[in-house]
């Protein structure tokens, strides 16, 4: 299967950037083609143009700022994101990526009757995400009730391509976080993709 793994962290030392190196070197070993895609070192523009927003109910969407990635992730089978979660919430590069690549006619179609929209990205049979909190798990999930999770799952995915198989796994409290949990979070990533 052919992997599109999207990072989206601005330091090259960053614990990130190890889960996601953790992944892709993960998927190729089990014979998978990664399309590794740094979201910082190719100094992807989150900001949507005015083209695009003025053709997004027009029928033919814009893509021609973007075309080179809405390529990528036509040609993924699974897309793994790997990111640090930031206020509960993406990273403003991530949640560029997503406003200007899952777009119609790329990973939907509006309902010409004014409906609900039409999941075109069926491709991506897996979307997974790695990510870390600098809050505990318990206010992540009780305090807040997990909002990335919830609208990635619910407000992207399954938007985007009805069958895809969602997970998110998280490191938890990361800002007080040593280097032993730090490392049993890569070898669960480790065991995790391995699976594929």
Known sequence: MRFLVVLAHPLKESFAAGVAATVREGLESKGHSVDFLDLYQEDFDPRLTAAERGSYFSGAYDTSAVSPYVARIKAADGLILVFPQWWFNLPAILKG?????????VAFENDAAGGRIIPTLTNIRYFWCFTTTGSPWWIVHFYMGNPLKRQLKRGVAYFCSKSVDFRMHSLHNM???TQQKRERFLGRVGRIIGRL
């Open 97 to 105: 990526f997503i406003d200007r690549v899952f777009v119609p006619g």
């Open 175 to 177: 800002d007080h976080s």
